[in-house]
Structure formats: C-alpha cells, structure tokens
C-alpha cells in the first residue's frame, strides 16, 4: 500500500527559509513528514502518510467522530501558529487533511496558500465540506460550531472546551452511534 503523496509546488512560494525549515526538519508536528526535491521553476513535496488517510476519502463519522477530528483540526492550526505557519499561509480543505486512523490526530499536508486567502471563509467551507462525511446529528453540531464561530471570536481553548461538552452531551444522549 503506497503510504506517500507527491505534490507538485511553486518554488517561489517556498522561498520563505523558515517555512522551508519548519516543513523539512519535522519540527510542526501538525504537518505530515516530508522531502523536499527541487527543480529550476517548481519543486515537488513527497509527503509520508503512514497511519492517517486523507479525510476527503473517509467515510461517515458518528456525531461524537466528528467533532473529535474538529476538536483536532482546532489543535492542529494551534500547533503551526506556535510555529509561525498562520491558516493565511497553507490551503485547509477535505484533500489537505489527513486523520490518524483511531482519529486521535490530525495531520496537515502543507500547500502554501494563494495571497488575500481569508482564513475565517476558508475554516467556513472545509466545516461546510466535513458535513458530506457524517450523521445528521453531526450536522447539527457543525452547524452550531459555524454559528459559534460566526459570532464573537473565541480563544482555541474556548472553542475546544465547547467541543469536549458537546461530546459529552452526545454520549450522555445515546446518539454517540448516530
């Protein structure tokens, strides 16, 4: 079973050292393992992809799954802001994703964003996209979180602890198969 991708990426948008650094040493453990090989006008990412699977090709999730991958994906933009890679500096959707297989932890496979991406709109329609993969009581929930965050900001942490009660609920309900 092939365990990489290869990703073909402008040069120039890799001209960032520090980028370059953070994406070849391993250093964010947010972003899949990488190598880098490089051409004259592009360079090509060669991403290791053992134990995850990319999430635009997963299945249904339960409410309670759901909400654990986005209580993840909230994790994961925390760990590359500590290391200076902002949602305005790489692409967040279904294809970049790639969960752990017990969803324990997400993975980013890092594209560098084009310039003027809005990162709020962006985090909207990967939500809005994670609907397709789950129950309709998973829907309901993402559809509270994009209300939530449409509403005054939040810290992580704020956003993550409302993740973790709505798990709670969902298991104390009985719909944690739903």
């Known amino acids: 079973m092939k365990h990489t991708v290869t990703v073909s990426l402008k040069k120039e948008n890799l001209d960032a050292v520090f980028i370059r650094e953070i994406l070849l040493s391993g250093s964010c453990e947010a972003i899949l393992p990488m190598n880098l090989y490089r051409g004259k006008k592009y360079c090509f990412g060669v991403y290791h992809t053992e134990g995850f699977r990319c999430l635009g090709q997963c299945e249904s999730f339960t409410a309670e799954q759901i909400l654990q991958i986005a209580e993840a994906l909230f994790h994961m933009r925390e760990e590359c802001r500590d290391h200076l890679l902002f949602p305005t500096d790489y692409v967040l959707n279904l294809s970049t994703l790639y969960v752990r297989r017990d969803l324990s932890e997400l993975r980013l496979l890092f594209i560098p964003a084009r310039k003027g991406l809005n990162p709020r709109k962006t985090l909207q329609y990967l939500l809005q996209s994670m609907k397709a993969l789950t129950s309709p009581y998973g829907v309901e ?30 298991r104390n309900s009985g719909i944690c198969n739903m």
């Open 141 to 170: 929930y993402l559809c509270a979180l994009q209300e939530l965050l449409q509403g005054a900001s939040m810290k992580p942490e704020q956003i993550a602890g409302r993740l973790q009660q709505w798990r709670g609920e969902i």
